[in-house]
Every structure is written in structure tokens, then in C-alpha cells.
């Protein structure tokens, strides 16, 4: 092996390495979500620890609405360094925190957020949808693996109620399709 080749090698797996790590850095809109609170759960001595995260998203196209969801962090050294499989299990409660007001409309089942959580295969999203018949606007939050799948899920619910003596609007005139 000539000496250009055993310079460049390193350099080349690092490369790719940092390609990598990039790709699989979250699909978030906007800023991403807010931090609300970490709490540790398993202790590690020289690498980060496991921790389970607490997140806020406000729902892109019905103003008045946040979501909130836990999702654990694995620590360790692939934690560390941000290529560890993150679990599937993620917790979601969604709120009514002002006027609720549509900005655009809908169809049953659009992606509110959507964040990776492997370095390859596996995402997080939470999905909107309607109840016309009740007027809540129910979001779930599933977790999917490309190859064997992942049935991991969780929902929450919102009923759409009159704030400061605004009539509620109906969710069903914002679903399209």
C-alpha cells in the first residue's frame, strides 16, 4: 500500500463517518421542538446516561394547540457520539392552549413532526387527524422501522372548545379529501 493510501484512508472513514452522523441527525421543522426537562435513568460512569427527555411542539397548522412527548436517550458511548437505536416507546399528550384557529387544511392522517431514531431505519412521527363527528382533533405518535417494523404508538386527544367567548370551530371544515 503506498504511503498516499495510508494517509488518505483515515481520512476517508472519517469522512464517511461524519456523512453519516448527519444523516441521521433529526428531521425537524423550524427550530424543532423545546426542551422541556431531562431526567437520568441509568447511571454511567464515564459515558453520558440514560435519560428520558421531555419535548413541546406547537402543531404547524392549528394554532392553539401543543404537543408533548417523552422519549428516552440512550447514553453510553453510541450516545455519545449519537449513533446509538434510540427504543420506540414514546409517550404523547396534546393540549388546547389558546384559540384553536386552522391556518390550512388537512388530510387525516398528515405528519405533524417527524425525527429520526436510528442512524438508518427507524423514525418517530405524530400524525393528525379529526373526529368530525365529536370536533377533537386526535394525534398519535408511532414509531417505524423500515425492515420488521415497529408497532410501538400512543394517542392523545383534543377537543376543540370556544376560548375567551370565540365560537369553537369545527375541524371537519379543515379536512381535505
Avoid: H
Avoid at 384559540?99 to 417527524?114: E, H, L, S, T, Y
Amino acid at each position: 500500500m503506498t504511503s498516499f493510501f495510508r494517509k488518505s484512508l483515515p481520512c476517508a472513514v472519517a469522512g464517511v463517518a461524519l456523512a453519516c452522523l448527519a444523516a441521521a441527525a433529526p428531521t425537524r421543522a423550524d427550530d424543532g421542538p423545546d426542551l422541556i426537562f431531562r431526567k437520568s435513568t441509568t447511571f454511567k460512569l464515564l459515558t453520558p446516561n440514560d435519560k428520558l427527555a421531555t419535548y413541546a411542539i406547537d402543531d404547524p397548522a392549528v394554532a392553539g394547540v401543543a404537543c408533548y412527548f417523552t422519549v428516552p436517550e440512550k447514553g453510553g458511548l453510541a450516545g455519545a457520539f449519537g449513533v446509538a437505536e434510540q427504543t420506540s416507546d414514546v409517550s404523547l399528550a396534546c393540549r388546547q392552549f389558546g384559540p384553536i384557529q386552522f391556518k390550512a387544511k388537512f388530510a387525516q392522517g398528515d405528519v405533524v413532526f417527524r425525527e429520526s431514531r436510528s442512524l438508518l431505519f427507524k423514525r418517530m412521527q405524530i400524525v393528525r387527524g379529526c373526529d368530525a363527528k365529536r370536533n377533537v382533533l386526535v394525534y398519535m405518535v408511532y414509531s417505524d422501522k423500515i425492515i420488521e417494523g415497529s408497532p410501538k404508538n400512543s394517542t392523545s386527544t383534543v377537543a376543540i372548545e370556544p376560548w375567551g367567548g370565540e365560537p369553537a370551530p369545527k375541524c371537519a371544515d379543515f379536512v381535505s379529501g
